[in-house]
Each structure stands twice: as structure tokens, then as C-alpha cells.
């Protein structure tokens, strides 16, 4: 048998051992790919800025041990995350805030303020002073007609909004004017929103009235009046609209029993009201008559002669003849001014009357002689001073000596008036 | 020698392919937890869910507006309620606006309150008019001049004095077209006072 030679086994040898590091070789190259495969792979997008409020909320609810591994940092609230160009989202931020819904009112009608200056200063107001007067204040009335259109819109945005609306001048008025008391007194039984928009409503009727008299300039008396009264009537239902009945009622006859000034206190007048019923009944007979405002809007229009009496029998039927007639006395400012005196000096009430009928009793014959046509003017000079110093005389001796003294010197300019003359004889 | 030399080139690259491989086992995974970085900002509320937290990772920051209730604002110290809504960043008209609601609406509540007896009584005091003036010790316009005279040094204490000045043209100047445009009306002999 032939045996191999040595070098021929240690050469097989190496070839194995060759052959298994090539092999190792393959096997180490292939997990060295697979590793670079992931590492280079892309990364996974990482969460969008934008991804907010809905986008974010759909995503489902996640597991507790989940939630734990997020941690909160919290920016500080700041007053812009509340504002919005919308009205809308800015109002509903702030009451989910639980702003205090009077905050919220006056914030809105302030920003709504804010907002109109600026679209009125924006309105066109040419100069045109080269122009005539006419063209000039065409121009004017033109302005502050847009302007008046503006006020509206911006109310009737307002009240969409809040529900409630009023002016600027209303706003001040009610929180800055000393006067303002008065309105207190007057509606300060409705709710602050409600007293707002009737002041509102009453500055608008103050600028109508005001209106109307310069767009009447050439209208007939029957024509101002009509538009006169439409023009009430629409204050009228503004107001009506504001409250309920019962407190329109209410704020009618207050406003009325102000407006014509019907009740005086006992330094100026004898005449009593038995009680607050009493006065309220009869402030409403007058309101039926003389409307609330209407002195204000309508002016002293002579009111016919049948309507006069009506109110008159009206009122003797409410008081009786002499109660009746005590509250005419009481109406009359030279009246007041005896009684005042009458209090001041201690003296019975039927002094005072009885003075006050001598007074009476002499401006009518001051009237009569006035009017006489028939006397020459030295005639009607003597029968002037005639019937003064009479008067004078007679007073005397009803005050007294002290009392009539006094009177006489302080209380008589009405008695020294001179005849008036139109038609006596030269 | 030529085998001897293939050998020791291949046993060569099996070390490097070995060093290589540790090294990329040891290397993180790019876009893996531990670099995850979440920063969302709204004004609305979020549920955010993390997307992977199986194994215990680093906490996601998230940052988030604080919830605003007024009550962190309000304060019945008129000044401290300024400050309060100075600190978040509320605009100067708005700080006015607001102190000046809260002021009117307490100035308002209280001259009701000086009312009140005209309210309750307000025919039974017409019937006797002389009545109506007199009001215990203090008249009632005195009393609601005295209020107004408080309301403004509740402002200038709150505002400053210059408030009325730094107010701007709304509502000051409106309030002095006011002033000059409107008389009040005349109510004869019957005086409120």
C-alpha cells in the first residue's frame, strides 16, 4: 500500500480551516447588512404643531400606564387667549372664564364703541366751504344721517350679541351726571339694563324732537303736528317694548306727575292730596290727557276748547268743587307766592284766600280797563291808580298793619304793572 | 504561502465584520423612544397619546396653557384687581374697563340703596311732598353727591389719577359731548333732595 506524503495532509488542513473563515466571513457580513438595514432605515414622523384641539381629541383613549409617561408643563394664562376676532368665540370665552356678565356687557358695548368711532371718523366729511350755505348744510344732514345709521347698527349689533343695548350718551349719563338722580327716582324700579335702554330711548326722543323742528321749518302747523305725533307715538312703543306693562304704567305716571308739576309742597300751597292712591288716580287722569313727555315732545299746543272742558269736568268730578277748586288756586305761581308769605307771617288761611281774592279781584279790573277803548289815556291812567290804591287799602286792613306793610313793600310788583294802551284814546 | 496569506486576510475580516456588527447592536434606533420630543401648544384641551411606551421610557414634555377662571383675576381690592389683570398680560383699555364695571355696578347697587325709601314709598311721599325732601339727617342728593365723590377716588386709587385722562377718546369724549349737549330737564318745585 502507497502512503501520502506529510505536506500533502498539513495542505488539506489549511484549506479547511480557509474554507471556515470564508464561510464565517459570509455569516458575519450578512448580520453586519441586516444591522445597517434598520439603522438607515427612516425615522417615524415625529407629532405635527398643527395636530390640535379636534385633530388631537379623536385620537382613543389610551391605557393609564400610558397617560403616566406624559408630563404636563403649563404655560401661563395671558388675556389674549381669551380674545377673539369674532364677538362671538369672545364672548363665549369669557363667560367660560365666568366672567361676571355685567364685565362682559360693558366690555362689548366699549370694544363696539371703539369699533364705530373708528367707521364714523372713516365717514367722508367734506369741508365745502366754497359752497352756498343750502349745499352746506345738505351735506350736514347728510353726515349725521349716516352717523344716526351707524348708532343703530351698532345698538343692533349690540343686542344680538348681549341681548341688551344702549348709547354712549345713556352710559354716561346713568353712571356720571349729578342729574342722573333724577332718573333714579323716576325708573330706578326697573333693572340697570332696562333704566340704560330707556335712557337711550329718551336722549333719541330729546334728538327727534330736536330734528323735527328743523325739518319743519316750511311744514304746516297740521303736518308738524302729525309728524309730531308719529314721532311720540314711535317713543312711545320703544319704551313700551323695554318693560312690562305694569312697569310702563309705572314710569308713565311718575314721569307725568314730574312733568307737569302737579303736586307742591305745603310752603306753597294749602291744597293736600288724602294719600298716595289719591295722587296716583289722578296722575293717571292727567296722563290721559297731557301723555307723559308729551309736554317735552309735543310742546304747549293749545289743546282744543272741548277737550279742555272735558279735562277740567274731569277733574272737579275727581275732587269735588272746592278741592277742585283749592288745586287750581295751588297750580297759580302768585297764589304760591301769598300763601308762602302767609306761612312766613302766621296768618289764618282765610286771610291768605281772602287777600288772594282781592288780588284777583283787581288784575281782572286791570284786564277790563286794559281793554277799554273807550277812555282817554289821563282817564284810564286815573282809573288805574284808583283801583291800585284800593287794592292797596284793602290788603292793608286784611294782613294788618305789620303783615300788609310788608306785603305791600315786597310781594306788589304785580299791583305798580302800568295800563297797557292799544286801543284808548290819545 | 499564497493559502497562508488568504487565511490571514480572511480571519482579518471576520474580526472587522465582528466590530462592526457590536457596534451596530449597541447604536440606538434612530426615531426610538429616547428621542422623542413633544411639544404641542393650544388653547384647547388636548388628549395626547404617547405612541410607544411599552418599555419605560424618558416623559414626554407637553406643554399646555393653564385653565383661567375669573376668580384668579377678581378681588374685591380694586388695586389688586388691576395688578391682576396686568400680570396676564391684559390690555390697559380693558383693565380700566373692567375696574370701572365692577366700580359702577357697586356705585349703582348703592344709590339704589339711598333710593330705597322713595322706591318703597314713592306715592305715599308725593301725598306729602315736604316728606319727600327730608330724609333723616342727610338729604339724599347730598348723600348720592357724597357717593359719586367715593366712586371716583375708588378709580384714581385703583387706576391712578390720570385714568380719565389715559382713557382715550371712548367714553371720555363722549362723556364731555355729553356734558355740554344735555341740561337736565326742569321738574318745577319738586326738588330730590
Not at chain 1, 76 to 86: G, I, M, N, Y
Not at chain 1, 340 to 369: C, I, N, S
Request: proline share 5%; aromatic share 8%.
Amino acid at each position: 500500500m502507497r502512503s501520502h506524503p506529510l505536506h500533502l495532509q498539513a495542505g488539506r488542513r489549511a484549506r479547511g480551516v480557509l474554507l471556515g473563515s470564508a464561510g464565517l466571513n459570509l455569516l458575519l457580513l450578512a448580520a453586519v447588512l441586516g444591522l445597517a438595514k434598520i439603522h438607515l432605515a427612516k425615522p417615524p414622523p415625529s407629532p405635527a404643531r398643527t395636530a390640535v384641539g379636534s385633530e388631537v381629541s379623536q385620537v382613543p383613549e389610551a391605557a393609564p400606564s400610558e397617560l403616566d409617561a406624559v408630563v404636563t408643563n403649563q404655560l401661563p394664562f395671558r388675556w389674549a387667549q381669551l380674545e377673539s376676532e369674532d364677538f362671538r368665540i369672545y364672548i363665549a370665552n369669557l363667560r367660560a372664564a365666568r366672567c361676571p356678565e355685567r364685565i362682559i356687557h360693558d366690555l362689548v358695548f366699549h370694544d363696539l364703541e371703539r369699533l364705530y368711532e373708528t367707521k364714523k371718523a372713516a365717514l367722508p366729511c367734506p369741508d365745502l366751504f366754497w359752497e352756498s350755505g343750502r349745499v352746506r348744510e345738505a351735506a350736514r344732514q347728510e353726515t349725521d344721517k349716516r352717523s344716526r345709521q351707524m348708532e343703530l347698527e351698532k345698538r343692533a349689533v349690540m343686542r344680538d350679541l348681549l341681548g341688551v343695548w344702549w348709547s354712549n350718551e345713556a352710559w354716561d349719563f346713568w353712571y356720571d351726571q349729578g342729574w342722573a338722580d333724577i332718573a333714579e327716582t323716576l325708573v330706578g324700579f326697573l333693572t340697570n339694563e332696562q333704566v340704560l335702554e330707556a335712557v337711550t330711548v329718551y336722549f333719541d326722543m330729546q334728538e327727534a324732537s330736536s330734528n323735527l323742528g328743523q325739518e319743519c321749518e316750511l311744514c304746516s302747523e297740521t303736518d308738524e303736528r302729525a309728524r309730531q305725533e308719529t314721532a311720540y307715538q314711535h317713543m312711545v312703543n320703544s319704551f313700551a317694548e323695554i318693560m312690562s306693562p305694569a312697569e310702563f304704567e309705572e314710569m308713565a305716571l311718575r314721569i307725568c306727575l314730574m312733568d307737569q308739576d302737579l303736586v307742591k309742597d305745603s310752603s306753597q300751597s294749602e291744597f293736600r292730596f288724602r294719600n298716595g292712591t289719591e295722587v296716583r288716580d289722578f296722575v293717571k287722569l292727567v296722563n290721559r290727557f297731557k301723555p307723559f313727555f308729551s309736554k317735552e315732545f309735543l310742546g304747549n299746543q293749545d289743546e282744543d276748547e272741548s277737550r279742555k272742558a272735558q279735562f277740567q269736568s274731569e277733574m272737579k268730578k275727581f275732587f269735588g268743587e272746592d278741592r277742585f277748586a283749592a288745586f287750581e288756586r295751588s297750580q297759580n305761581a302768585g297764589y304760591q307766592e301769598i300763601w308762602q308769605f302767609g306761612q312766613e307771617q302766621h296768618l289764618p288761611p282765610e286771610t291768605v284766600l281772602r287777600a288772594w281774592q282781592v288780588r284777583e279781584a283787581a288784575e281782572k279790573e286791570f284786564g277790563h280797563l286794559s281793554e277799554r277803548t273807550d277812555l282817554l289815556l289821563a282817564e284810564k291812567a286815573a282809573a288805574w291808580i284808583e283801583v291800585r290804591q284800593q287794592t292797596q287799602t284793602a290788603l292793608a286792613a286784611l294782613l294788618g298793619a305789620t303783615a300788609g306793610a310788608e306785603y305791600l313793600k315786597k310781594h306788589c310788583d304785580w299791583l305798580k304793572a302800568s295800563p297797557a294802551n292799544p286801543g284808548g284814546k290819545s | 504561502m499564497n493559502r497562508g496569506f488568504l487565511l490571514m486576510a480572511s480571519m482579518a475580516l471576520n474580526v472587522a465584520l465582528a466590530g462592526v456588527g457590536i457596534g451596530l447592536v449597541k447604536r440606538p434606533v434612530p426615531g426610538g423612544p429616547a428621542s422623542r420630543v413633544l411639544n404641542i401648544v393650544t388653547s384647547r384641551s388636548v388628549r395626547v397619546v404617547a405612541a410607544v411606551a411599552v418599555t419605560p421610557t424618558p416623559p414626554v414634555m407637553l406643554s399646555v396653557p393653564a385653565a383661567f377662571d375669573w376668580s384668579q383675576v377678581a378681588s374685591t381690592n380694586l388695586a389688586q384687581y388691576a395688578a391682576n389683570l396686568r400680570e396676564i398680560e391684559c390690555p390697559k383699555e380693558i383693565i380700566r374697563e373692567v375696574i370701572l364695571a365692577v366700580v359702577n355696578e357697586d356705585f349703582v347697587r348703592r344709590r339704589h340703596a339711598i333710593f330705597e325709601r322713595i322706591h318703597a314709598q314713592f306715592w305715599e311721599l308725593m301725598a306729602q311732598p315736604e316728606h319727600f325732601k327730608q330724609d333723616g339727617d342727610e338729604n339724599t342728593e347730598d348723600r348720592s353727591k357724597q357717593l359719586r365723590t367715593t366712586r371716583d377716588h375708588e378709580l384714581e386709587a385703583a387706576l391712578g389719577t390720570n385714568w380719565q385722562r389715559d382713557a382715550g377718546p371712548s367714553p371720555l369724549s363722549a362723556m364731555c359731548r355729553c356734558q355740554s349737549s344735555v341740561t337736565p330737564p326742569k321738574y318745577g318745585s319738586l326738588q330730590i333732595s
